[in-house]
């Protein structure tokens, strides 16, 4: 394909009605702040990705040994153990580790195999005041020191001095807990970016697991990924929020860190889209968007009043806090972006977390153990909880097959849970199709700005194969 030059790529599709998001967010009531004036600093050109990184073994072992075991993961959140000696597994392709809270406020994590012949020492999420082999009883403190071996008379090589379980890097950072098996990898601030000054007062660590769910997904890890990754896909794949979110308007940032890339997607919502018919108004967008999000967060708020002679944005954003501040017992001072539209966060390679207040979500793809072919695809929603109030506890995973839905095994995920029914409706024809592909050119096609970020991660995928 051609090369474009980075002054010729088009850089989004609006009009004076139907605003680019850039204008939107400088005519925000609150002020434009320091994350919505912040810039991506690169433009991928990388248009034509190969369809057999998709599908070929030879290629996934490659991903499992040279990113998966070497970059910062996304493991688990603060508040999935709550308790000292609770525990999780976090599988990745055929590596297992295990996530323990060892103390207080301290967490460990530990490569999840005996140090006696291999057994699994944590196949699912439990709690107990050591941990302890299931085959032979060897058993450790939650901090992996060595506490006792039956029989030890026959080990005497085997000390509490050279015992203990080997250790996984672990870091924290708003209450998610990140691994990562390279012990001389620089440190999870690195690979973060912005993310820590664009979430300040979003802050994550103040939130919890409300819903949850894990699908299987017939799709590599990284079509599935890309299915998020942008928005021009919701014309034709979601064809009712055409009128209310503006996705041809949308803003695409890549910001390079030291260890690869955060990108970000940010799409308005409160604006029809460049493809809605000329009958869709603002007023008719925001009062559908508020609409949707009394009936899945504020179902006790009164429908707001909106003057289509005056910013609907404005007023919009100003119900969402009147809404907020009724269910949660106290104010919020955040920009009408952050209440109204959706700005998805991607960390490199396989972590997402949502700067919205209507969409705040968390996405987590994960490889299959042993299919190219397979993946996981792991939502939470995150929300806050009441003013005085405990911390509510994380809820528990629903797995989801193949084949199953995602609106009808989760609801309370609401009218988002068809949507993401639609998504999964797409991938496995993308995995199935791209097989078919005419041998002279199995390569896609894709669009200079809007699919910029899947052409960003490809290139980190070649730097770090290329190790």
């Given at each position: 394909m051609a090369v474009i030059a980075e002054r010729d790529v088009v850089k989004g599709y609006g009009s004076k009605e139907r605003p680019l998001l850039s204008e939107l967010w400088s005519r925000d009531s609150r002020g434009?702040?320091?994350?919505?004036?912040a810039r991506g600093d690169h433009q991928p050109n990388n248009r034509q990705i190969d369809y057999a990184r998709y599908h070929d073994p030879a290629f996934f072992q490659q991903e499992l040994d040279k990113i998966w075991n070497r970059q910062w993961l996304f493991a688990c959140r603060e508040e999935d153990i709550p308790q000292v000696?609770?525990?999780?597994?976090l599988t990745i392709g055929p590596s297992s580790y295990f996530i323990v809270r060892s103390d207080t406020d301290s967490f460990k994590a530990f490569y999840n195999s005996c140090l006696h012949r291999g057994t699994k020492l944590c196949a699912k999420k439990e709690q107990a005041e050591t941990i302890r082999c299931p085959y032979h009883a060897w058993e450790w403190n939650v901090d992996g020191r060595l506490k006792r071996i039956p029989s030890h008379w026959d080990f005497p090589?085997?000390?509490?001095?050279?015992?203990a379980l080997p250790e996984v890097r672990l870091e924290r950072w708003g209450g998610f807990i990140f691994i990562n098996a390279d012990k001389d990898a620089p440190p999870l601030l690195d690979a973060l970016g912005p993310m820590p000054d664009h979430f300040a007062a979003f802050a994550p660590e103040k939130r919890y697991t409300k819903a949850r769910f894990r699908k299987l997904v017939r799709a590599n890890w990284k079509i599935t990924q890309e299915a998020f990754q942008e928005s021009y896909h919701l014309y034709a794949t979601h064809p009712e929020g055409v009128p209310f979110t503006g996705d041809s308007q949308s803003q695409y940032d890549i910001f390079t860190t030291p260890l690869g890339a955060v990108g970000r997607e940010a799409v308005p919502s409160a604006v029809p889209s460049m493809h809605a018919d000329s009958s869709a108004t603002a007023h008719a967008a925001a009062m559908v968007a508020a609409q949707v999000q009394q009936m899945w967060h504020y179902p006790d708020a009164t429908l707001p009043d909106i003057d289509p002679a005056q910013d609907v944005r404005a007023q919009l954003g100003d119900w969402l806090r009147q809404s907020y501040e009724q269910s949660y017992g106290r104010p919020i001072a955040e920009s009408d972006a952050v209440m109204i539209d959706s700005s998805l966060y991607f960390l490199y390679p396989h972590f997402t977390l949502w700067l919205s207040e209507s969409v705040p979500f968390v996405y987590q793809f994960l490889p299959h153990e042993t299919d190219p072919n397979l993946c996981y695809f792991d939502v939470r929603l995150l929300m806050p909880w009441r003013e005085g109030e405990p911390r509510p506890p994380a809820a528990e995973?629903?797995?989801?097959?193949?084949?199953?839905?995602?609106?009808?095994k989760a609801p309370a995920y609401g009218f988002l849970a068809m949507i993401f029914d639609q998504d999964m409706s797409n991938l496995p024809l993308v995995q199935q199709g791209l097989k078919a592909a005419n041998p002279a050119a199995?390569?896609?096609?894709?669009g200079a700005y809007q699919e910029g970020m899947i052409q960003a991660w490809h290139e980190l995928i070649d730097r770090d194969l290329a190790r």
């Amino acid at each position: 394909m051609a090369v474009i030059a980075e002054r010729d790529v088009v850089k989004g599709y609006g009009s004076k009605e139907r605003p680019l998001l850039s204008e939107l967010w400088s005519r925000d009531s609150r002020g434009p702040n320091a994350a919505m004036q912040a810039r991506g600093d690169h433009q991928p050109n990388n248009r034509q990705i190969d369809y057999a990184r998709y599908h070929d073994p030879a290629f996934f072992q490659q991903e499992l040994d040279k990113i998966w075991n070497r970059q910062w993961l996304f493991a688990c959140r603060e508040e999935d153990i709550p308790q000292v000696g609770d525990r999780v597994p976090l599988t990745i392709g055929p590596s297992s580790y295990f996530i323990v809270r060892s103390d207080t406020d301290s967490f460990k994590a530990f490569y999840n195999s005996c140090l006696h012949r291999g057994t699994k020492l944590c196949a699912k999420k439990e709690q107990a005041e050591t941990i302890r082999c299931p085959y032979h009883a060897w058993e450790w403190n939650v901090d992996g020191r060595l506490k006792r071996i039956p029989s030890h008379w026959d080990f005497p090589d085997i000390t509490r001095l050279n015992g203990a379980l080997p250790e996984v890097r672990l870091e924290r950072w708003g209450g998610f807990i990140f691994i990562n098996a390279d012990k001389d990898a620089p440190p999870l601030l690195d690979a973060l970016g912005p993310m820590p000054d664009h979430f300040a007062a979003f802050a994550p660590e103040k939130r919890y697991t409300k819903a949850r769910f894990r699908k299987l997904v017939r799709a590599n890890w990284k079509i599935t990924q890309e299915a998020f990754q942008e928005s021009y896909h919701l014309y034709a794949t979601h064809p009712e929020g055409v009128p209310f979110t503006g996705d041809s308007q949308s803003q695409y940032d890549i910001f390079t860190t030291p260890l690869g890339a955060v990108g970000r997607e940010a799409v308005p919502s409160a604006v029809p889209s460049m493809h809605a018919d000329s009958s869709a108004t603002a007023h008719a967008a925001a009062m559908v968007a508020a609409q949707v999000q009394q009936m899945w967060h504020y179902p006790d708020a009164t429908l707001p009043d909106i003057d289509p002679a005056q910013d609907v944005r404005a007023q919009l954003g100003d119900w969402l806090r009147q809404s907020y501040e009724q269910s949660y017992g106290r104010p919020i001072a955040e920009s009408d972006a952050v209440m109204i539209d959706s700005s998805l966060y991607f960390l490199y390679p396989h972590f997402t977390l949502w700067l919205s207040e209507s969409v705040p979500f968390v996405y987590q793809f994960l490889p299959h153990e042993t299919d190219p072919n397979l993946c996981y695809f792991d939502v939470r929603l995150l929300m806050p909880w009441r003013e005085g109030e405990p911390r509510p506890p994380a809820a528990e995973p629903i797995e989801i097959g193949a084949d199953e839905s995602i609106a009808e095994k989760a609801p309370a995920y609401g009218f988002l849970a068809m949507i993401f029914d639609q998504d999964m409706s797409n991938l496995p024809l993308v995995q199935q199709g791209l097989k078919a592909a005419n041998p002279a050119a199995p390569y896609s096609r894709l669009g200079a700005y809007q699919e910029g970020m899947i052409q960003a991660w490809h290139e980190l995928i070649d730097r770090d194969l290329a190790r």
